[in-house]
């Protein structure tokens, strides 16, 4: 079956780091996606990994290892405005998105 | 990036109305459509996936005389709720993909519905 692992909830402080990890089995894959949801609102695209490694971008970058079925999104300088929830979702075969449920971020001063 | 709309932004009927919502692609031509539903802290589900001009695939569970899709343009797909029930209330997203880069994905900002 296909199935998505991540993180339900991680709290962090204004100015940190944060990692946001992810693990993942697919019918095929076609790449790896990262999502923001903020509440009551549509998920806005953040990344997309299809090669291995890490793919950087301003204050998100986001790793990827198909071998291992892994991903992470690294935050770099939380801004309160950071507080979403992070939805990992990978494409498969079908070039159909699978979603999980995501990890809501908190972000406390 | 790509614009995608949805209409309206938010809905509160009746139970047994009918509530049609609307999806367009403002700068590109979707060649296919996916509809969404997602309840509070849950994953978006996936309802159907239509291509222009073609009768949409629904997942499994979906009830396709219930949940009514048209995608008769290259711009502009509905969903109609048909018969809405207090249960149909949910946040339903659509999002667009063109025929360029197949994994491109660009989502509408979602209509919540609230059925009294």
């Known amino acids: 079956g296909q199935n998505i692992d991540q993180p339900t909830e991680m709290t962090a402080t204004e100015g940190a780091i944060v990692q946001i990890n992810c693990t993942y089995q697919t019918s095929g894959f076609n790449g790896l996606f990262w999502y923001q949801q903020h509440a009551g609102e549509a998920p806005t695209f953040l990344s997309y990994?299809?090669l291995d490694g890490l793919e950087e971008k301003g204050r998100f970058s986001s790793f990827l290892s198909r071998s291992k079925g892994y991903s992470y999104l690294l935050l770099k300088e939380l801004q309160m405005k950071d507080s979403a929830s992070y939805l990992c979702a990978p494409m498969d075969s079908n070039y159909q998105l699978i979603w999980g449920a995501g990890t809501k971020l908190i972000i406390k001063p | 990036g790509a614009v995608v709309s949805q209409h309206p932004s938010r809905v509160i009927c009746k139970s047994g109305t009918s509530v049609k919502i609307e999806c367009r692609s403002l700068d590109f031509q979707a060649t296919t459509m996916f509809w969404y539903r997602q309840f509070p802290k849950k994953s978006l589900m996936l309802m159907a996936t239509s291509n222009e001009g073609s009768k949409a695939t629904y997942e499994q569970g979906v009830e396709k005389d219930k949940f009514l899709i048209n995608h008769a343009s290259l711009t502009l797909s509905t969903l109609t709720v048909t018969s809405a029930h207090p249960e149909d209330s949910s946040f339903y997203i659509c999002?667009?993909?063109?025929?360029?880069?197949?994994?491109?994905?660009?989502f509408g900002p979602g209509t919540r519905l609230t059925v009294t």
């Open positions: 990994n299809v």
């Open positions: 999002s667009a993909r063109g025929d360029r880069e197949v994994h491109e994905q660009y």
